[in-house]
């Protein structure tokens, strides 16, 4: 069993996670509260990997990132190689890949705070940082969560982005998955059963901690 | 049965001018009373009044927009270049659904304007706005409450932790209550109104509420504006107010007969 993989499977997807929550919640509040055509055209363009073949959005990233493109010539001028390959460019891809998984959640939770508890907390003198901070971050925790625990467990269980932006490189972008398709092309049942039990467990247990701590606050609560 | 008791002069109002759906709003109250109150039929914008003056109407929902207070001085607060946002207003509100906060026990609820603006500059303040806090617990008889959820209280308890936490909060300018005491009931009601009344009065603030109920009107010796389709219809003291609604209705009576 390779142990190198399970660390950089891990590794890649507490990365995302961390990253995505990060950069999810602004954009998720931001669609969350408005009907404007910029924020529906938003949307779409965050749930669209959720429809497209991961192997689309793995070709875009390796010729987007690469020397054919100014983007890329541009990264490869400042970094002094292309991100292709690396376990950096592993992540900006799996970021762009489990954005859904992040912000869809967050955008639920966010809909659901009672417009009249935002109100009269500004009505008492909260800022709208505070009122997102001491009002909507607390009763979306049960978002916070789903949407951490979603990036997490799809960032693990992620094959066609990584095979195609990341290559198979052992220690740099051999993740699990990645691995187990390796040992099922060797033959090699017993390792790829092995690196299967992770996965599977991996993912079990995140969906148990999701589904352990649901919300305390009961919609009827929100009076 | 008008109250011959001399009452301190305020000079106060909101001007509201608003189209809110299909409802034209155009209020200009020049109030000198320390409590006025706001009656009229439903759908008629007593609510949407107070919402305006705190800023609460969305951009979306409105057209032609002009809000000012009058505090002294006149104060625009929206307009068509303008927009003070609600949590500079200094205009406190108990809504008509007392919108707990339903992560925080009774305490943090009552104390949470308190939390939510800059801490206090000097011991002075702070002592000022713990006694706020306690003056509101006291004032509405909420001390066995205090380490209870809004979601094990009754309706009547939400709507006095509602005011609560309304009169708790600290650079109150102007407080607006909407049908603040539904839900509780009539003695409860009639303990806690002089209260709050004498409560609001020494810290100079002036309040305005909307009811449906003539004996608060009378209780409170307020003066009383009477909304209809979004203007005001009639305003003065409450029994010549009332007395003259009486005479319309009778009027209208007769007149179908």
């Known amino acids: 069993m390779d142990s190198t993989s399970i660390l950089l499977t891990l590794r890649l997807a507490a990365t995302t996670t961390a990253i995505l929550l990060a950069f999810a919640t602004p954009l998720a509040w931001w669609i969350a509260n408005g009907r404007s055509v910029t924020r529906r055209i938003a949307q779409a363009a965050v749930a669209l990997p959720l429809v497209l073949p991961p192997t689309v959005l793995g070709l875009y990233l390796l010729v987007g990132l690469g020397p054919l493109t100014s983007l890329g010539r541009a990264i490869i001028r400042i970094i002094g190689h292309p991100l292709a390959f690396t376990f950096t460019g592993l992540v900006m891809g799996s970021v762009l890949f489990s954005l859904p998984f992040a912000v869809q959640p967050l955008v639920a939770g966010f809909s659901a705070v009672d417009r009249n508890l935002i109100d009269t907390a500004r009505v008492l003198g909260a800022s709208p940082l505070t009122v997102f901070r001491r009002i909507i971050a607390p009763l979306s925790r049960a978002a916070f969560l789903a949407s951490a625990v979603l990036t997490f467990t799809h960032t693990v269980g992620e094959f066609g982005v990584v095979l195609m932006l990341g290559g198979d490189i052992p220690g740099v972008t051999r993740t699990l998955s990645i691995a187990l398709y390796d040992q099922v092309q060797e033959a090699n049942y017993a390792a790829a059963n092995r690196a299967a039990l992770w996965l599977v467990g991996l993912s079990f247990l995140a969906l148990l901690l999701l589904y352990a701590r649901s919300s305390p606050y009961q919609e009827s609560d929100l009076v | ?257």
């Open chain 2, 1 to 257: 049965m008008s109250n011959p008791t001399i009452q301190p002069r305020f000079h106060h109002g909101i001007a509201v001018h608003h189209h809110v759906g299909a409802l034209h709003l155009s209020v200009d109250l020049n109030l000198t009373a320390p409590w006025t109150v706001l009656f009229g039929p439903s759908g008629s914008g007593k609510s949407s009044i107070l919402r305006a003056a705190c800023g609460l109407l969305s951009k979306r929902d409105i057209s032609f927009t002009r809000t000012d207070l009058r505090l002294g001085s006149i104060e625009p607060l929206q307009n068509a270049t303008l927009y003070t946002p609600p949590h500079r207003r200094g205009i406190r509100l108990a809504p008509q659904n007392p919108s707990l906060f339903p992560h925080l026990t009774v305490r943090q609820n009552i104390a949470f304007a308190h939390k939510a603006q800059p801490g206090p500059g000097s011991p002075g303040e702070q002592d000022h706005r713990e006694e706020l806090i306690a003056n509101a617990i006291t004032l509405f008889r909420l001390t066995p409450l205090l380490d209870r959820r809004p979601a094990d209280l009754s309706g009547g308890e939400r709507q006095r932790v509602s005011m609560a936490r309304a009169f708790a909060a600290p650079h109150c300018r102007l407080m607006l209550l909407d049908e603040p005491f539904t839900g509780i009931d009539r003695t409860l009601r009639d303990e806690l109104l002089p209260n709050l009344r004498h409560g609001l009065l020494a810290r100079g603030i002036p309040a305005i509420s909307v009811t449906h109920s003539v004996e608060e009107a009378f209780q409170l010796q307020a003066e009383v504006v009477l909304i209809r389709d979004g203007k005001v219809e009639d305003q003065g003291d409450v029994s010549q107010v009332l007395a003259r609604e009486r005479e319309r209705l009778l009027e209208n009576v007769n007149s179908l007969r």
